[in-house]
């Protein structure tokens, strides 16, 4: 039903179709960054049995944030202690 509107206006008004495409492809990059997270992140653990707490197993070299402007994960050593 929402799609079929969008059509119309997208008819009536095709100065719209941009917007249209811009607001979309912003709602589907959202949600698949959410998805990412929900995945990959150390901090959202899934399975409970298992790997109850998954960010002790991580290294220090991992990287897991999608983007980090001034960092070398390859050189960091570690500092804490194992449990």
Do not use: C
Not at 29 to 52: E, H, I, Q, T
Not at 58 to 73: E, F, G, I, R, T
């Amino acid at each position: 039903m929402v799609l079929r509107v969008i059509l119309t206006h997208a008819k009536k008004h095709p100065a719209l179709i941009p917007l249209f495409v811009i607001i979309g492809s912003g709602g589907v990059g959202a949600s698949l960054y959410l998805m990412r997270l929900a995945m990959f992140n150390p901090d959202v653990s899934w399975d409970k049995k298992n790997n109850p707490e998954p960010w002790n197993k991580m290294s220090p070299n991992d990287q897991y944030k999608l983007y980090s402007v001034n960092m070398d994960y390859s050189r960091l050593k570690k500092d804490r202690p194992d449990f």
